[in-house]
C-alpha cells in the first residue's frame, strides 16, 4: 500500500468514523452487555453478581413467563396472517383504475402514520364495552349481547388484533409499489390465453410480488412477537387474568417495575432466539415459493 492509498485510508475511516463509534457504543456494547447480565442477579442500581444459567433456569419454571409467551404466540398467529391478507386485498383493490384512486390511498395509510400510543388511546374508547362504538355498532346490527373486549379474558386477543388491523398501511404501500412493478404484458398474455381474474392473481400476479409477500412475513413475525405499545396502553398489567400479558410486556415489567434487568436480559435473548428460529423456518418454508426476477 502506497503513501496515497494509507491517505485516502485515513480519510475513509475519518469519514466514517462517527458510525464506527455509534455502532461500538450503542449497538454492539449494549448487546455484549445484556448477554452478560442476562447471566447476572443486576438490579441496575447495584453491582452484577453473577449467577450462571440462573434465570434461564428460573423463566423454564415460570408460570407467567409461560403464559406472556403464549399470549404472544397466539395473538401473532391470529394477527399476522389476517394483517397480511387484508394489506393484500387492500392493495389489489387501490391498484385499479378508479377515480379517487389517490385519495383513497391517503385515508388507508393514515392511520399507520398515528403514533401508537395515541392510537391505543383511541381504542380504548371504541373498545369499551359499555360505551364504545364498536358495540354501539353491533347493538345497531341486532347483537344483543356484544363481547366485553377490555374486560373478558376470552376477547382481549381478538380486540389487540383488531387494533392491529387498523394500522396496516405500511404494508399496503408496499404491497402497491410490487403491484405497479408487475409488467402488463403478463397480464395481456394471461388474457389472450384466456386466464379469469383469479387465475391471473395467482399464476400472475403472486409469483411477481413474492418476495415483497416473503419481507412482509418476516417483518410481521419479528414485530408482532415485540408487540408491546398496544398491549400495554389497553391492558396495563396484562387485562383480565393475564390474557393479555405479552412478552415484551412482561420483560419491560421485569426491567424497570420489579428491577429484576439480569432477568430481563435472559427474556430478551430469548426473545432473540425465537424470532432467529422462526425466521429461519419462514425462508425454509417459502424458499420454493419466492421467484426473484
Same mark, same amino acid.
Given at each position: ?28 456494547? /449494549? ?16 453491582? /452484577? ?86 358495540? #354501539? ?9 356484544? /363481547? ?91 387485562? /383480565? ?51 426473484? #426476477?
Amino acid at each position: 500500500m502506497n503513501s496515497r492509498e494509507r491517505r485516502n485510508l485515513r480519510t475513509g475511516l475519518l469519514f466514517v468514523s462517527p458510525w464506527i463509534v455509534g455502532f461500538f457504543m450503542f449497538t454492539l456494547y /449494549p448487546v455484549a452487555a445484556s448477554l452478560f447480565f442476562s447471566c447476572c442477579d443486576y438490579d441496575v442500581l447495584s453491582a /452484577p453478581i453473577w449467577v450462571g444459567g440462573m434465570n434461564y433456569r428460573d423463566l423454564a419454571v415460570d408460570r407467567v413467563f409461560w403464559q406472556s409467551l403464549n399470549n404472544t404466540l397466539l395473538f401473532s398467529l391470529l394477527s399476522l396472517p389476517l394483517g397480511m391478507i387484508l394489506a393484500l386485498l387492500l392493495a389489489i383493490l387501490l391498484n385499479q383504475p378508479v377515480r379517487g384512486r389517490g385519495a383513497f390511498r391517503a385515508i388507508f395509510f393514515l392511520p399507520s402514520l398515528v403514533p401508537l400510543v395515541a392510537g391505543a388511546m383511541v381504542w380504548l374508547w371504541i373498545l369499551n364495552g359499555r360505551l364504545g362504538l364498536l358495540n #354501539q355498532f353491533l347493538g345497531m346490527l341486532g347483537v344483543q349481547h356484544p /363481547p366485553q373486549w377490555m374486560s373478558d379474558p376470552l376477547w382481549t386477543k381478538p380486540a389487540l388484533v383488531l387494533m392491529s388491523l387498523w394500522g396496516v398501511g405500511n404494508s399496503v404501500v408496499i404491497y402497491l409499489a410490487s403491484l405497479q412493478d408487475v409488467p402488463r404484458s403478463l397480464y395481456e398474455a394471461a388474457e389472450i390465453d384466456g386466464a379469469s381474474a383469479w387465475m391471473r392473481l395467482r399464476h400472475v400476479t403472486l409469483p411477481m410480488i413474492s418476495p415483497v409477500i416473503y419481507f412482509n412475513l418476516i417483518i410481521g413475525i419479528i414485530g408482532t412477537l415485540q408487540t408491546f405499545a398496544s398491549a400495554y396502553v389497553l391492558f396495563n398489567g396484562g387485562g /383480565p387474568g393475564r390474557s393479555a400479558l405479552f412478552y415484551a410486556v412482561y420483560l419491560y415489567q421485569n426491567a424497570f417495575e420489579f428491577r429484576q434487568m439480569g432477568y430481563a436480559c435472559a427474556m430478551a435473548w430469548l426473545l432473540f432466539l425465537l424470532i432467529l428460529g422462526l425466521t429461519w423456518l419462514a425462508t425454509r418454508a417459502t424458499r420454493k415459493h419466492v421467484f426473484y #426476477q
